[in-house]
């Protein structure tokens, strides 16, 4: 099977944060989507390796991959049907342009 086969087994959208200002002049999060029906691979991690980040002070849930570069990093969040996915971190694994990694904790608090 190839490496899109293996990553591209799951849909998502991925959105970037933005704050505006509301109409009394406070802060206001929203988020908009930067790319819609994107193939990945969504994996939760395991309660071992999460508690080993979370020992280095990561808060990690999952790990989704990607065959693609979209330049995802910390102000992007990761929507898997209903999951919010907040970007911890993401990375060229093996810095050849075929996988990324993307670290995320779920939160169940939308943020929007």
């Known amino acids: 099977m190839s490496l899109r086969g293996l990553v591209s087994v799951h849909t998502v959208t991925i959105q970037r944060e933005s704050i505006t200002r509301g109409s009394m002049g406070a802060p206001v999060r929203t988020w908009a989507a930067r790319h819609t029906n994107v193939g990945c691979r969504v994996q939760p991690l395991s309660a071992r390796e999460a508690a080993a980040l ?45 996988l990324w990694a993307v670290d995320c904790e779920e939160r169940k608090d939308a943020g929007d």
């Open 54 to 98: 979370l020992n280095d002070g990561m808060r990690v849930s999952h790990r989704v991959y990607f065959d693609t570069d979209y330049g995802i990093d910390e102000r992007d969040r990761i929507v898997f049907n209903t999951r919010k996915l907040q970007v911890v971190g993401a990375r060229n694994t093996d810095e050849l342009d075929r």
